[in-house]
């Protein structure tokens, strides 16, 4: 069972930037893939980014490549997810989930139904 808590979220102008953290709770964090989705409202949930952790290896929505950094940190059961250059059309929930898949493949992590765990979200505002 992991359980998973987001925070960093805000109100930010166009071309700023804001940090969104995951913490994780659970013996087992480092064995968990961990990801990145966020909704809009009127929207579906979409697959944002996603760091495995059977190799290290990252995987972003075209959207967000170049712009969006997910990292982790095992020894703190933390991911995080640096956003730069943000953009209005980037407001969002922004949700955290967890997977114990061991690797990320295009197709499944971009499913959310993929992913095992989630968190409450944390809302991010982009303003033009």
């Known amino acids: 069972q992991v359980q998973l808590v987001e925070s960093g979220g805000g109100l930010v102008q166009a071309g700023g930037s804001l940090r969104l953290s995951c913490a994780a709770s659970g013996r087992t964090f480092s064995r968990y893939s961990m990801g990145w989705f966020r909704q809009a409202p009127g929207k579906e949930r979409e697959f944002v980014a996603a760091?495995?952790?059977?190799?290290?290896?990252?995987l972003y929505a075209d959207s967000v490549k170049a712009r969006f950094t997910i990292s982790r940190d095992n020894a703190k059961n933390m991911v995080s997810l640096q956003m730069n250059s943000l953009k209005p059309e980037d407001t969002a929930v922004y949700y955290c989930?967890?997977?114990?898949?061991?690797?990320?493949?295009?197709?499944?992590?971009?499913?959310?139904?993929?992913?095992?765990?989630w968190g409450q979200g944390t809302q991010v505002t982009v303003s033009s």
């Open positions: 760091i495995s952790w059977g190799t290290g290896n990252t």
């Open positions: 989930a967890a997977d114990p898949n061991p690797y990320l493949t295009t197709t499944r992590t971009q499913r959310g139904t993929s992913w095992d765990y």
